[in-house]
C-alpha cells in the first residue's frame, strides 16, 4: 500500500520534528509535497524548521509527556484546516543508569513519551484514518526493542512495547487502507546519544539523513523528481505495510541472526 497522495488539506504529523529522524522526516515528506505538522516542545525550534521547509509546514509546539496537550493536538491540527493522512511517532528519548539508581520522574516521564503517547496519538489520530479508507502510521522503534538492555532498562522496554503494538496495529488495519509500520534503527547521530549522557569519543554512529526516493514510493512520487540524490542509492519507506524496516546493512545484520528478526520482517526494504 502506497501513502496516500499529498493534497491542499492533507498532513503528515511527525513528532519529535526538532532534530534527528523526526526532522528529517519532515523535511522528506515537504519535499515530496506533503503539508508536514511538526509536533515538539522547543517552539523556536519548530519555527526555524517551518520557515527552511517553507508555507506547507506548520509548527504545533507541544510537551508529549502532558496528557491534556497531547489531547489538544488533534483539535490544533483541525483548526489549520487539515486531514491527519500520516502519523509518525518519532519522539523519544532514554535515561542511563541502573534502576536502583533512578531518578523514578525521569523514568515515569520517558514512558510518557516513548509508550504512552504512541498509544495516545494513534488511538485519537487512527480512527479517522480507518473511516476515510486512507492512512500511515510509523512508529519508531529500534534495535533495543529486540533484547534486554541494563542501563537502559525503560528505553529497551519501551522500544519492545512499541514494536509489539505495532505488530497488532497491522493485524488491526488490514484490509482498510491504512498501513501500521515499526522504523527500527541502529545507532544515529542526532544528539539523542548525548542527551542521554552518552558520549561520542571513538564511536562510529552514522549521521541522520533523509535517504528516501519520493519517485518510488507510489502516490507520493507520481509525477514528483526524486526527493534527493541519496534516495536513489538507498531508499526506504513507511509505506510498506510491514513491521521492521531495519535502514542499514549493519543493523540488519545485529538484529537478524538468533530467532530475533519479527513477524513480517523484510530483509531487503521494498521498492515501488
Given at each position: 500500500?502506497a501513502?496516500p497522495?499529498?493534497?491542499?488539506?492533507?498532513?503528515?504529523?511527525v513528532?519529535?520534528?526538532?532534530?534527528?529522524?523526526?526532522e528529517?522526516?519532515?523535511g522528506i515528506?515537504?519535499?515530496c509535497?506533503?503539508r508536514?505538522?511538526?509536533?515538539?516542545?522547543?517552539a523556536e525550534?519548530?519555527?526555524a524548521?517551518?520557515?527552511r521547509?517553507?508555507?506547507?509546514?506548520?509548527?504545533?509546539?507541544?510537551?508529549l509527556a502532558d496528557?491534556?496537550?497531547r489531547?489538544?493536538?488533534?483539535?490544533?491540527v483541525?483548526?489549520l484546516g487539515?486531514?491527519?493522512?500520516i502519523?509518525i511517532?518519532n519522539?523519544?528519548?532514554?535515561?542511563?543508569g541502573?534502576?536502583a539508581?533512578s531518578?523514578?520522574?525521569q523514568?515515569?516521564?520517558?514512558?510518557?513519551?516513548?509508550?504512552?503517547a504512541v498509544v495516545?496519538?494513534?488511538?485519537?489520530?487512527?480512527p479517522?484514518m480507518?473511516?476515510r479508507?486512507?492512512?500511515a502510521?510509523l512508529?519508531?522503534?529500534?534495535?533495543?526493542?529486540?533484547?534486554?538492555l541494563?542501563?537502559?532498562?525503560?528505553y529497551?522496554?519501551a522500544?519492545?512495547?512499541?514494536?509489539?503494538?505495532?505488530?497488532s496495529?497491522?493485524?488491526?488495519?488490514?484490509?482498510?487502507?491504512v498501513?501500521?509500520?515499526?522504523?527500527?534503527?541502529g545507532?544515529?547521530d542526532?544528539?539523542?546519544?548525548?542527551?542521554a549522557?552518552?558520549s561520542?569519543?571513538?564511536?562510529r554512529?552514522?549521521?541522520a539523513?533523509?535517504?528516501?526516493?519520493?519517485g518510488?514510493?507510489?502516490?507520493?512520487?507520481?509525477?514528483r523528481?526524486?526527493?534527493?540524490?541519496?534516495?536513489?542509492r538507498r531508499?526506504?519507506?513507511c509505506?510498506?505495510?510491514?513491521?521492521?524496516?531495519?535502514?542499514g546493512?549493519?543493523t540488519?545484520?545485529?538484529?537478524?541472526p538468533?530467532?530475533?528478526?519479527?513477524?513480517?520482517?523484510?530483509?531487503?526494504l521494498?521498492?515501488?
Open positions: 500500500m501513502l497522495p499529498p493534497g491542499d488539506d492533507r498532513a503528515a504529523i513528532t519529535g520534528a526538532s532534530s534527528g529522524i523526526g528529517q522526516f519532515a515528506l515537504s519535499r509535497g506533503y508536514v505538522v511538526l509536533v515538539a516542545r522547543s525550534r519548530l519555527e524548521l517551518a520557515a521547509l517553507g508555507p506547507q509546514a506548520h509548527p504545533l509546539p507541544a510537551d496528557r491534556t496537550e489531547a489538544g493536538l488533534p483539535g490544533r483541525a483548526d487539515l486531514v491527519p493522512d502519523l511517532n519522539a523519544g528519548f532514554s535515561t542511563l541502573l534502576v539508581k531518578v523514578p520522574e523514568e515515569v516521564n520517558l514512558v510518557e513519551v516513548d509508550v504512552a495516545d496519538l494513534c488511538s485519537r489520530f487512527l479517522g480507518v473511516d479508507h486512507r492512512g502510521v512508529n519508531v522503534a529500534s534495535i533495543a526493542a529486540f533484547g534486554p541494563p542501563g537502559q532498562a525503560a529497551g522496554a522500544k519492545a512495547f512499541v514494536l509489539s503494538y505495532t505488530h496495529l497491522r493485524a488491526e488495519v488490514r484490509g482498510t487502507g498501513t501500521a509500520t515499526a522504523l527500527c534503527p545507532p544515529v542526532t544528539g539523542f546519544g548525548e542527551a549522557g552518552f561520542k569519543r571513538g564511536s554512529i552514522r549521521p539523513t533523509g535517504d528516501v526516493d519520493c518510488r514510493q507510489g502516490g507520493a512520487g507520481r509525477n523528481r526524486s526527493c534527493g540524490r541519496q534516495g536513489r531508499p526506504w519507506s509505506q510498506s505495510g510491514r513491521v521492521g524496516p531495519f535502514p546493512r549493519a540488519r545484520t545485529v538484529v537478524a538468533a530467532g530475533t528478526r519479527p513477524p513480517g520482517f523484510q530483509t531487503g521494498k521498492r515501488e
